[in-house]
């Protein structure tokens, strides 16, 4: 029996996880970059333990905020903001024109929602790990 976890079986394990996840526009944003993650992975990615995943998730960049700002994701205010806001929200933020708080900009906003989605992403992968008997750590 083969343990190890496959592309398919993770992109499996994260939308199976979209039935819990909440209903918030920020929620469905996270799901949405995970799902996004998981289809970016290298078919041939090594994926035998979390470690490696995390890695490969990463795609060369150090941090999710590295990623974020090197243009692995979204790179237009208007873009982030679309996927991240509810429409009350866009609307205050006049579609991305504004800053989404006061403490960080739409690239950070975005790199908070990436480290979720790898997170979510991790979850799913230890799932995964242990329902074809391999090992998640």
């Known amino acids: 029996m083969n343990n190890t976890v496959t592309k398919q079986k993770l992109l499996s394990a994260v939308a199976a996880h979209k039935a819990k996840a909440g209903r918030s526009a920020w929620s469905r944003a996270v799901h949405t970059y995970a799902v996004e993650l998981v289809e970016g992975l290298d078919a041939s990615a090594d994926l035998s333990n979390e470690n490696l995943l995390n890695k490969a998730l990463l795609n060369g960049a150090g941090d999710w905020q590295q990623y974020s700002e090197g243009g692995c994701a979204l ?5 982030i903001a679309e996927r991240l806001c509810s429409p ?3 609307k205050r933020v006049r579609g991305g024109e504004r800053q989404p708080n006061s403490r960080e900009n739409w690239l950070e906003c975005q790199a908070r929602a990436l480290a979720q989605a790898a997170a979510l992403v991790r979850r799913a992968y230890a799932k995964a790990a242990r329902a074809t008997g391999g090992n998640a750590s």
């Open 75 to 79: 790179v237009y205010n208007a873009d």
């Open 88 to 90: 009350s929200e866009l």
